[in-house]
């Protein structure tokens, strides 16, 4: 089992910049993948940025310019930087990871952080 634990939410005025953090736990023997997904108030979840093992990266285009996806392979942890926050950029942000470990190819959700942009 894996587990993903998020960090960083929290509320923030317009212009401004927040760090997310997500670190992956439990029978982990390589992660392919590792990104964020938001949901909006009222809204279905989307994706914010992913990042693979090789460092590909794939941002949605409503963020790019504005964050920064990073991840620290060797310590199983996803970051995102996220600057220039709008009032938009508000909703719950989850973390998520696809790879294998004991008990086959798995895809994980962390719990989600909330991220709130406003004055």
């Known amino acids: 089992q894996v587990q993903l634990v998020e960090s960083g939410g929290g509320l923030v005025q317009p212009g401004g910049s927040l760090r997310l953090s997500c670190a992956a736990s439990?029978?982990?023997?390589?992660?392919?993948?590792m990104g964020w997904y938001r949901q909006p108030p009222g809204k279905e979840r989307e994706l914010v940025a992913t990042q693979t093992t090789g460092g590909t990266t794939n941002y949605a285009e409503s963020v790019k310019g504005r964050f920064t996806i990073h991840r620290d392979n060797a310590k199983s942890t996803v970051y995102l930087q996220m600057d220039t926050l709008k009032s938009e950029d508000t909703a719950v942000y989850y973390c998520?990871?696809?790879?294998?470990?004991?008990?086959?190819?798995?895809?994980?959700w962390g719990q989600g952080t909330q991220v709130t942009v406003s004055s």
């Open positions: 439990g029978s982990v023997f390589s992660i392919d993948r």
């Open positions: 998520n990871a696809v790879g294998y470990g004991s008990t086959g190819v798995f895809g994980s």
